[in-house]
């Protein structure tokens, strides 16, 4: 079941398009939302809860129009934008006390379970928190106003690897009852390697490709030859890298099948991204 349905979403801002962007969340799923900075991606999620006034398109949450029924929708969708950094002298049993009254869902119980659980504690203030632990403050807000569908930007941003590491298995322990699921946006490539189900692929304001991780990796190979093989297969090379001993570089899986005399690999999703996005060797449009 489909819980998240992004349909031709547009959004132009002098010098930057949103241009029809389409990608489905499904039930019980971590989807990875990847792009380099710039990309769209915050553009994206803030034109769809309708932070920012979308110029076409439509948002469906649960088979409805978040846009048409946008404080029911909002209800049952917990929105992460980047560090929790509000409120900075408040304690968190404070925030608590007033973010509680806005929805008629709240459970008390499994927010003080997720208190202990995450080693959060109440009578400490924002600014008295790491960065991880404002995150899983966040988290904990979210989840005990019952939200189905978990939106996060750049959770993960300017974390150590111990506390990254820490917070994707959070992820996909959320995730496990199938009841809820999470839009996970970030350029941390190496975070999705371990936890998301499904990628969404922008860049430049156009979604690349948008399907499951498995099927997203399969599609490339890396590739790397001899300085004097570069020509032959420059025009089937999504991007690449020249260096002394000859090249390195990303093709798509076919392509790689036919070209001999090439050592083959898999391709992992960060390099998927690298070469895609790489300007100083060839590029071709990703399918």
């Known amino acids: ?21 389409s990608f489905d969340v499904e039930e019980g799923c971590i989807m990875g939302f990847i792009g380099r900075n710039g990309a769209g991606k915050t553009t994206t999620i803030k034109t769809m809860l309708n ?15 978040v846009w048409a029924n946008e404080t029911e929708c909002k209800k049952q969708i917990g929105l992460v934008l980047g560090e929790f950094s509000y ?19 709240w459970d008390e119980t499994l927010y003080q379970t997720l208190l202990k659980r995450f ?4 009578e400490k203030k924002v600014s008295e928190l790491s960065q991880g632990m404002r995150v899983k403050f966040a988290l904990a807000l ?27 298995e959070i ?9 809820h699921s999470i839009l996970f946006s970030t350029h941390i490539i190496s975070d999705l390697e371990k936890c998301a189900d499904y990628i969404t692929y922008i860049k430049d304001g156009k979604i690349v490709v948008s399907t499951d991780a498995d099927s997203f990796k399969d599609a490339y190979r890396l590739v790397s030859g001899e300085a004097d093989q570069l020509e032959r297969f420059r025009s089937t090379l999504i991007g690449y890298r020249a ?9 798509y899986a ?22 895609t996005e790489k300007e100083d060797g060839h590029e071709s449009a990703a399918q």
């Open 1 to 21: 079941m489909k819980i998240l349905q992004v349909q031709n979403l547009r959004k132009q801002y002098p010098g930057f398009l949103l241009n029809d962007v």
């Open 243 to 251: 260096h002394a001993f000859g090249f390195t570089g990303l093709m």
């Open 87 to 105: 409120y900075r002298r408040k304690k968190l049993n404070a925030i608590v006390d007033v973010t509680k009254r806005f929805y008629a869902d």
């Open 51 to 65: 932070l920012s006034h979308a110029d076409g398109g439509s948002v469906l949450f649960e088979g409805r129009d």
């Open 142 to 168: 979210a989840l005990s106003h019952r939200a189905k569908l978990l939106i996060l930007d750049e959770p993960t941003s300017g974390l150590d690897p111990v506390s990254r590491d820490e917070l994707l």
């Open 171 to 179: 992820f996909r322990a959320i995730i496990e009852d199938g009841e």
């Open 254 to 275: 076919e392509d790689a099948e036919r070209a001999e005399g090439l050592k083959v690999a898999p391709a992992d999703m960060e390099s998927i991204m690298i070469y």
């Open 119 to 122: 080693s959060l504690d109440p």
